[in-house]
């Protein structure tokens, strides 16, 4: 059976990590047993209400994630869970109830099992309508701090200035919180969550004013301190949301490069990949650079489009994919129920989950107008590079297609997909659970490695330099 499911992908217009292309593996299940949220926009949530949400996602996360132990333990889960409710003691707003919930929910430590920020949240729009102001500027977590990469707004920094502190507040303190909140397989891929989407987290969890109180060391070591105006929710939308889903580009006349983003498996996104894997066979680059590093995931077919004319041999994303069957969500959600009973149709069922063996890609199943590619092919990689982008990654180097560079993956080795939507009807919050798992193909430990490990630095930020492709521009120099 191919990875990705047969299962329409359900749009999630309002949805952030939909919109960002973040954790996404193959299907959505719209649990349409919940109706609209029972309270009025402004309204408080009671303490039974927000507990009584709380216990369904417990319920629910318990039933159906196909592996909640993998990375904490059913000790330390239940104690989070057990300490929130204490928590739930008065009447709360609904995004300070999300802001309870969030870490608890992100203690699983799986980027596929999350709250989903709703861009058409009531307070979210009222903050926007009356003029409110985000952080104006892009920011990354490296060397154990949060450094500019861009700025927005009317008090620009140099690319590599180090940021001290927000209002008062150290800024390593609020990136730990915001990645603490942050769902992801482990602490590398939640700190680079926090940095990525730093300006929308910092207002959800710390309420700030239209400008910010700053307190910098420029990239020439000299400590200032500086007011910054903020920038409009449409402007940090659109900074949100500026990556192209992909980009093709000659490094030098030895290397072409594709930067995959976001793999939308759509005839636009063939038409372009099939352009730029023209342009590499017809100009006979002898180096070629996959570059998954900004790579959220998305449809696999998408990276197999690729895969195909790089590969030897036959591939396989994964051994097996196990689902977990839940009678909950059974219950409630036709759409998952009529999914899983056409997957016990065809697969055998071994406890609570059914087994699917993935199929090999290439081969004797390759197009008749195939080609190969016998260049050298370098693949780069960041915490960023999760779910189906990961997948790819990890067949590439299972599969001898290359050199790995640049920092480890985000995704865990038995990487969950398949998140079920799981409406908490009080709340209006929408949270997705993992319910598959996916067994690699090959490797032992928790993460995959890179060949050639290459890390971003502070000093590469200032100087405007992308270590990784410069190492391997310097290697295809030699």
């Not at 430990?445 to 190492?471: I, K, N, Q, S, W």
Request: glycine share 8%.
């Amino acid at each position: 059976m191919p990875l990705t499911s047969a299962f329409p992908l359900i749009p999630r217009v309002h949805a952030l990590r939909a919109l960002l292309a973040l954790p996404m593996l193959c299907a959505m299940f719209a649990l349409a047993a919940f109706g609209p949220p029972a309270r009025a926009d402004g309204e408080l949530l009671g303490v039974e209400q927000m507990r009584a949400d709380a216990d369904l996602l417990h319920r629910v996360l318990l039933e159906a994630h196909p592996d909640p132990e993998r990375g904490a333990s059913r000790e330390a889960t239940e104690a989070r869970w057990s300490r929130l409710r204490d928590a739930l003691d008065r009447p709360l707003r609904p995004d300070q109830f999300r802001n309870l919930l969030d870490p608890v929910v992100a203690g699983y430590l799986d980027g596929h099992t999350y709250l989903d920020f709703a861009f058409e949240a009531p307070e979210y729009k009222a903050y926007g309508a009356a003029g409110g102001r985000f952080f104006p500027y892009d920011v990354a977590a490296l060397e154990g701090g949060l450094y500019v990469t861009a700025s927005r707004g009317e008090a620009p920094l140099p690319a590599g200035t180090r940021i001290l502190s927000i209002d008062g507040r150290s800024a390593d303190a609020i990136l730990a919180d915001l990645a603490a909140a942050s769902s992801g397989d482990g602490d590398a891929y939640r700190l680079a969550t926090a940095a990525r989407l730093f300006p929308l987290l910092l207002w959800q969890r710390h309420p700030h004013g239209n400008e910010f109180a700053l307190r910098v060391r420029r990239p020439d070591g000299t400590i200032a301190s500086l007011q910054a105006p903020g920038i409009s929710q449409a402007d940090m939308e659109g900074a949100l949301f500026a990556d192209k889903p992909m980009d093709a580009y000659e490094l030098t006349p030895q290397v072409f490069v594709l930067a995959l983003n976001q793999m939308q498996a759509n005839d636009r996104m063939k038409q372009a990949i099939d352009a730029a894997m023209a342009t590499l066979r017809e100009k006979r680059y002898p180096v070629f650079v996959l570059d998954l590093r900004r790579d959220g995931g998305g449809a696999s077919v998408v990276g197999s489009w690729i895969l195909r004319h790089i590969a030897k041999q036959p591939f396989r994303y994964a051994d097996r994919k196990e689902v977990r069957l839940s009678p909950w969500l059974a219950g409630n959600a036709p759409q998952y129920r009529e999914w899983i009973d056409g997957l016990k149709a065809k697969h055998p069922v071994e406890g609570d989950r059914v087994i699917v063996r993935v199929d090999p890609v290439g081969g004797n199943e390759s197009p008749a107008d195939d080609w190969t590619y016998h260049g050298k092919v370098y693949l780069l990689t960041s915490p960023r590079t999760y779910s189906s982008g990961f997948m790819v990654a990890q067949a590439f180097q299972c599969f001898g297609m290359g050199t790995v560079v640049g920092e480890a993956p985000g995704s865990h080795r038995r990487l969950t997909g398949e998140p079920a939507r799981v409406p908490l009807p009080n709340s209006g919050i929408d949270a997705y659970v993992a319910t598959a798992q996916y067994a690699p193909p090959c490797g032992t430990g928790d993460f995959m490695a890179p060949d050639v490990a290459v890390h971003a630095t502070a000093a590469d930020l200032a100087a405007g330099r992308d270590a990784a492709l410069e190492y391997v521009r310097l290697a295809a120099a030699r």
